[in-house]
């Protein structure tokens, strides 16, 4: 099968900056679009960032300017840096592939663990 794992998650004062990453690995023949969400305490999980294979982006309003999204595809990596943390970017955040794999052939929708950024002075 497919696992996603995720790191780079912690605390960090309110201005500084983080980047998360997202390994995939396993029975895999290719990753078509992968993303970040995010989900806070007491609301529903949403859409941060999304990278197609061949490298267009695209992000939520609230992060604009602040965060970006980028993919190395030999290594089935996906990455987000965020700069300029506000409180209000304090959550768990998922990564989400949409991944081919071998073995036999077919398509699977695969979500990490989740990491846990705090933002917080």
């Known amino acids: 099968q497919v696992q996603l794992v995720e790191s780079g998650g912690g605390l960090v004062q309110p201005g500084g900056s983080l980047r998360l990453s997202c390994a995939a690995s396993?029975?895999?023949?290719?990753?078509?679009?992968m993303g970040w969400y995010r989900q806070a305490p007491g609301k529903q999980r949403e859409l941060v960032a999304a990278?197609?294979?061949?490298?267009?982006?695209n992000y939520t309003d609230s992060v604009k300017g602040r965060f970006t999204i980028s993919r190395d595809n030999v290594k089935n990596t996906v990455y987000l840096q965020m700069n300029s943390l506000k409180p209000e970017d304090t959550a768990v955040y998922y990564c989400?592939?949409?991944?081919?794999?071998?073995?036999?052939?077919?398509?699977?929708?695969?979500w990490g663990q989740g990491t846990l950024v705090t933002v917080s002075s």
């Open positions: 989400n592939g949409e991944v081919t794999v071998v073995g036999p052939f077919r398509y699977l929708e695969v």
């Open positions: 396993g029975s895999i023949f290719s990753i078509n679009a």
């Open positions: 990278i197609s294979r061949g490298g267009s982006t």
